[in-house]
């Protein structure tokens, strides 16, 4: 902080509880267990909150978090970023009654979020994508999993049937050699692919005539997208909320229905395959 606080005109603050009374809004980046304490400090001093995804460890946190800001009229917003990216903007408008969405995202390994399992760490992005597109409730889940690096799982794969007929299938590695972040969701007009990491959409249109269309034949609609920076746009639109004192875009009842799901999945996970210790 102190290295950065010399190219910035910023101060720096050993403990969270020094900026008590010194600022009206807080964006907070801490691993996952200390989510629920810091948030709360800063609710029982006035201050609106932005909140690293997943919002809490567990619904019970999750919930006084969002009694507590709903209480005093704050402002909780959770940081589920792909929500921002250019391409998923692009396409939402125009994805209409999916009836079944593919999302894989892998990544390298890093310590960084290593201390939980990549559910929560990684695939909590897709499963708030999924449940903001699907507009339906979750009829079964069902789920696998390894441990690879770490004694949390750090593969995870889940199958999501949703009441309206909608199927989600999602993959999430944090051991892989290369990053992707891909989603293609697929409606009764055609197919999208998004890219979140290029930040890229394109649609591939069902012909009329599908007992004589060739897969080879088929041509995507490369879609304008305008880029984004992620944690800009997060950002400003939070500020945004505070200024009009409305709801975020990503709300905490957002955020505890992604952890509900989320923790779903790696129980499921669990009654299946104990990750060893």
């Known amino acids: 902080c102190r290295e950065i606080a010399k190219q910035y005109p910023v101060q720096t603050f050993s403990r969270h509880s020094d900026l008590f009374g010194k600022v009206q809004s807080?964006?907070?980046?801490?691993?996952?267990?200390?989510?629920?304490?810091?948030?709360?400090?800063?609710?029982?001093?006035?201050?609106?909150?932005?909140?690293?995804?997943?919002?809490?460890?567990?619904?019970?946190?999750?919930?006084?978090?969002?009694?507590?800001?709903?209480?005093?009229?704050?402002?909780?917003?959770?940081?589920h970023l792909e929500r921002f990216n250019g391409a998923l903007l692009a396409a939402e408008g125009r994805i209409q009654n999916p009836f079944l969405i593919e999302c894989q995202r892998q990544a390298p390994f890093l310590t960084r979020g290593a201390d939980v399992d990549v559910v929560l760490d990684l695939m909590v992005h897709d499963i708030d994508i999924v449940l903001n597109l699907s507009h339906s409730k979750i009829k079964h889940l069902d789920a696998n999993g390894s441990s690879i690096l770490t004694p949390y799982f750090d593969i995870a794969n889940a199958r999501i049937e949703f009441e309206n007929g909608c199927i989600a299938n999602l993959m999430a590695s944090r051991v892989s050699k290369e990053k992707t972040r891909n989603m293609r969701v697929f409606q009764s007009d055609g197919t999208w692919m998004i890219d979140y990491l290029s930040q890229k959409a394109s649609f591939s249109k069902k012909m009329d005539q599908p007992e004589k269309e060739h897969p080879s034949e088929r041509v995507a609609e490369e879609i304008h997208v305008r880029k984004t920076d992620l944690l800009e746009m997060e950002i400003r639109s939070f500020l945004q909320s505070v200024r009009d004192r409305k709801e975020a875009k990503v709300s905490g009842k957002d955020g505890r229905q992604v952890l509900d799901v989320a923790l779903r999945i790696i129980q499921n996970m669990k009654e299946k395959h104990h990750p060893e210790a």
Do not use: N, W
Request: proline share 6%.
């Open 26 to 79: 807080v964006s907070i980046a801490v691993p996952t267990p200390l989510h629920h304490a810091i948030a709360r400090d800063f609710f029982l001093h006035g201050v609106d909150v932005l909140l690293e995804k997943p919002i809490a460890s567990t619904l019970e946190e999750a919930d006084e978090l969002i009694a507590l800001a709903e209480s005093k009229g704050l402002i909780l917003q959770i940081g």
